[in-house]
Structure formats: structure tokens, C-alpha cells
T-cell receptor, first 109, second 114 residues
Framework: DAKTTQPTSMDCAEGRAANLPCNHSTISGNEYVYWYRQIHSQGPQYIIHGLKNNETNEMASLIITEDRKSSTLILPHATLRDTAVYYCIVSYTGNQFYFGTGTSLTVIP | KAGVTQTPRYLIKTRGQQVTLSCSPISGHRSVSWYQQTPGQGLQFLFEYFSETQRNKGNFPGRFSGRQFSNSRSEMNVSTLELGDSALYLC?????????????FGEGSRLTVL
């Protein structure tokens, strides 16, 4: 599976959009991009995934560049409950994930 | 519907012992995967079972093993425990088809090896 690179940490003001970038320059054509988050001491929670088109659900939007070498997860109106570690993962199957170190997002009141 | 249930939630063992952890997936889910989380190594994939067969395996020694039963419940076993096996062990279930998106994680079993 392709490796991903994410910033170690980010801050975001409450109510503002949080934009979390991810680099996956070695992604191959049939690998999907997945985003999960982990709130302290809980199991990871699925957020969104996509192949090449932009995706949106009730939690977030996923923007994938045309060359698929990077993506951005957007939380449109961050709340304090969104403080978590966010993992960007690429996977062939979606049944086996190699989590990296993720981005620790802190939402500031 | 009920989520993924892991038991026990906490346990303490000593070096050399073995441990068995249990995971009950969401009803209808046929895939169960296991992850180890430590402060130093982060979240690492152990193995995945689908319809009672190990389908994928991570890079862990043979002391780590698992199985899945016909009702999709899964157990993982760690033999000859080492201090470094102290970790949060997370189980996740899914339908098991390719790229359906969502793994549902349990709250984990926290193992301390003394």
C-alpha cells in the first residue's frame, strides 16, 4: 500500500473549516483514499473515502487532486468534539489498513 | 444495532503467559480484523479474517495468532508474552467486500504485561 504524509499537528478555531492535507504521491490506480479519526482512548472512526472523485457526506468532504497524489479532508464547521488524530490511508481493498502517525487536530474555542 | 464488542476491556498478565482476546462483530459482518496500538509504533495491522479464513496478515511474529468462528466472532491469542506486547488491541468488523468503506472498531482490550 502507498505511504501517506500528513502534518503532525494542526489547530483550527471552533466554527471554522478545518482543512487537513495528505500527500500520497506513490498511490496506484486502484488504491482508494480513506480518512479515519481517533478520539483519545477510543477506536478509530470512519470518516470518508474515495477513489478519484470528490466525495461529501454528513461529516466531511474529501477533495482528491486530479493526479491523485494528494487529498484534503475538510470538516466544514469544526467543533470541540472534532479534536482528534486524523489518519489518511490508502488501500487496495479497504479491509487492511496501514495507519501512519496521522495529524493531531486541536479545535480551539 | 449493537456495535463491535471486545472482551475483556482490561487485563494484566506477566511475561511468559499467554492471553486470549475476544471480538464480537456487528451482526451480518463477515470480516474481522485486529490491530495493535502502542505509543511507539502507533496502529499496526495484525490480521484479518473473513468467513473463518485468514485473508490478510501483517508483520507480526508467530506468537500472535487468531481465528474466526462460524458466527464471525473472532479471537486472537498472544503466547509467551513479552513486555513489548503491552498495548491496546483493537478489533474492527466490516462486511468484508472490497472498498465498501467503513471498518467499525470496538473500544479495544488494553493489555498490560508485567
Amino acid at each position: 500500500d502507498a505511504k501517506t504524509t500528513q502534518p503532525t499537528s494542526m489547530d483550527c478555531a471552533e466554527g471554522r473549516a478545518a482543512n487537513l492535507p495528505c500527500n500520497h504521491s506513490t498511490i496506484s490506480g486502484n488504491e482508494y483514499v480513506y480518512w479515519y479519526r481517533q478520539i483519545h482512548s477510543q477506536g478509530p472512526q470512519y470518516i470518508i473515502h474515495g477513489l478519484k472523485n470528490n466525495e461529501t457526506n454528513e461529516m466531511a468532504s474529501l477533495i482528491i487532486t486530479e493526479d491523485r497524489k494528494s487529498s484534503t479532508l475538510i470538516l466544514p464547521h469544526a467543533t470541540l468534539r472534532d479534536t482528534a488524530v486524523y489518519y489518511c490511508i490508502v488501500s487496495y481493498t479497504g479491509n487492511q489498513f496501514y495507519f501512519g502517525t496521522g495529524t493531531s487536530l486541536t479545535v480551539i474555542p | 444495532k449493537a456495535g463491535v464488542t471486545q472482551t475483556p476491556r482490561y487485563l494484566i498478565k506477566t511475561r511468559g503467559q499467554q492471553v486470549t482476546l475476544s471480538c464480537s462483530p456487528i451482526s451480518g459482518h463477515r470480516s474481522v480484523s485486529w490491530y495493535q496500538q502502542t505509543p511507539g509504533q502507533g496502529l499496526q495491522f495484525l490480521f484479518e479474517y473473513f468467513s473463518e479464513t485468514q485473508r490478510n496478515k501483517g508483520n507480526f511474529p508467530g506468537r500472535f495468532s487468531g481465528r474466526q468462528f462460524s458466527n464471525s466472532r473472532s479471537e486472537m491469542n498472544v503466547s509467551t508474552l513479552e513486555l513489548g506486547d503491552s498495548a491496546l488491541y483493537l478489533c474492527a468488523s466490516s462486511l468484508g467486500t472490497v472498498n465498501t468503506g467503513e471498518l467499525f472498531f470496538g473500544e479495544g482490550s488494553r493489555l498490560t504485561v508485567l
